[in-house]
């Protein structure tokens, strides 16, 4: 497609749910990133995927949360048990360049919301 | 690591007055530095880039941001805003190897 997709655009799940957010990055983008943006604050990077290189997860936030991505397509991030302070808006980027060497281009996020 | 920090939270100008919002990092090596901006109910985007030559760079919408290695900062400038202006701007630095790092943020509002 011509951007970044991300679904659902909306989620609302109670306590103790597990939720799937999907990511579809611009066709050719070897570079994918999650971050995530808690309310009035900046935003924290998640997890980090470059072609076939091991991901970089060093930002995931614990280990209920995880994210694959297959090949240099879709990605999903998956976060278990899901707790309030997981709410948030969830962004998705891709770039044709290797980590912090090029422009991001992000999707419209995943506004996730637990009850 | 790196670390990005943006001085003002909130920012409320009139039309036609001049913008400055602050970015400083901090990373000791060669850095790559971005200005994204989200206008309201739009995904993030980008707005300037430095990579290397000159440190005045020029973006879209009349925007500019200097690069002062000695001061490890970033500003962003406009010299007269526009409401369409009212945003929120994110500052972002990435180095080879390393994933971007954003600031906090600075929402801009511009009154008519």
């Known amino acids: 497609g011509a951007g970044v997709s991300q679904s659902p655009s909306n989620k609302v799940t109670e306590k103790g749910k597990d939720v799937e957010l999907r990511c579809d990055p611009i066709?050719?983008?070897?570079?994918l990133y999650w971050y995530r943006q808690r309310l009035g604050q900046g935003l924290e990077f998640l997890i980090y995927f470059q072609g076939n290189s091991a991901p970089d997860k060093s930002g995931l936030p614990s280990d209920r949360f995880s994210a694959e991505r297959t090949g240099e397509s879709v990605s999903t991030l998956t976060i278990q048990r899901t707790q309030q302070e997981d709410s948030a808006v969830y962004l998705c980027?891709?770039?044709?360049?290797?980590?912090?060497?090029?422009?991001?281009?992000f999707g419209e996020g995943s506004r996730l919301t637990v009850l | 690591a790196q670390s990005v920090s943006q001085h003002n939270h909130h920012v409320i100008l009139s039309e036609a007055a001049s913008l400055e919002l602050g970015c400083n990092y901090s990373y000791g090596g060669t850095v790559n530095l971005f200005w994204y901006v989200q206008y309201p109910g739009q995904h993030l985007q980008l707005l300037l880039k430095y990579f290397s030559g000159d440190p005045l760079v020029k973006g879209i919408k009349g925007f500019e941001a200097e690069f002062i290695k000695s001061k490890f900062s970033f500003n962003l400038r406009k010299p007269s805003v526009q409401w369409s202006d009212t945003a929120e701007y994110f500052c972002a630095v990435g180095s080879a190897g390393n994933m971007l790092t954003f600031g906090g943020g600075t929402r801009l509002m511009v009154k008519p």
């Open positions: 980027a891709s770039s044709l360049n290797p980590a912090g060497t090029g422009e991001l281009f």
């Open positions: 066709s050719g983008h070897t570079a």
